[in-house]
């Protein structure tokens, strides 16, 4: 089946403590992305990368780091210098006809204690 | 960052009844998509618009892109109970070649 996973669904860590969080698609898309999602909230761009070892910036990206080595691939590092990282963390991919329609793997919920 | 006014909030409706939501900004968008969201799991893209005045359907669901570029309404007919969820909308502006989404309805529906 063709889609994007997100490992793992749920993390806990200490605080102070870095964490990578996984994204990979099938989908053969060449551009992927990082969401976080607050309650009640819309959805914010951390980073987002339209080609292979290239990504920019979004709406909230301090304290937070991203690669794009491979295609398949688009880790997400949450960093200590994150204030806040408490949140519900969503990676999507698009790409072929459709560029603008973009699609999402089921989440990971981060907890910092 | 900037997000686009959806509204309403949350709805509240019984089985069998139509639901109608929207979504504007003050920026012209490109495109518009409609997305649900269940509880702990990623939005599923519903529907997907690219021309003003475009009116899209994928089953009970019906998608309309507005004239001004800076709107867009989500319909669902005679709601059943796996309607509910979260709705988020989605414009595309190709000047910052980011989706800005929506704040999200929220719908509950009752047998």
């Known amino acids: 089946d063709g889609g994007i996973t997100q490992s793992p669904k749920y993390l806990f860590r200490k605080e102070g403590q870095n964490v990578t969080l996984s994204c990979e698609q099938n989908l053969n898309h060449d551009a992927m992305y990082w969401y976080r999602q607050d309650p009640g909230q819309g959805l914010r761009l951390i980073y987002y990368?339209?080609?292979?070892?290239?990504?920019q910036k979004g709406d909230i990206a301090e304290g937070y780091s991203v690669s794009r080595e491979k295609k398949e691939s688009f880790p997400l590092t949450v960093t200590s210098a994150q204030k806040n990282p408490t949140a519900f963390y969503l990676c999507?991919?698009?790409?072929?006809?459709?560029?603008?329609?973009?699609?999402f793997g089921p989440g990971t919920r981060l907890t910092v204690l | 960052g900037q997000q686009l006014n959806q509204s309403p909030q949350s709805m509240f409706i019984q089985e069998g009844e139509d639901v109608s939501m929207n979504c504007t900004s003050s920026s012209i968008f490109n495109t518009w998509l409609w997305y649900k969201q269940d509880p702990g799991e990623g939005p599923v893209l519903l529907i997907a618009?690219?021309?003003?005045?475009e009116l899209t359907s994928n089953g009970r669901l019906t998608a309309q892109f507005g004239i001004t570029r800076k709107d867009s309404f989500l319909n669902i007919s005679a709601s059943i109970p796996s309607d509910v969820g979260i709705y988020f909308c989605?414009?595309?502006?190709?000047?910052?070649?980011?989706?800005?989404f929506g704040t999200g309805t929220r719908l509950q529906v009752f047998p």
């Open positions: 999507a991919s698009s790409g072929g006809e459709s560029y603008n329609e973009q699609f």
């Open positions: 990368s339209q080609i292979v070892n290239d990504f």
């Open positions: 618009l690219y021309k003003a005045g």
């Open positions: 989605a414009g595309l502006n190709y000047n910052t070649d980011k989706l800005i």
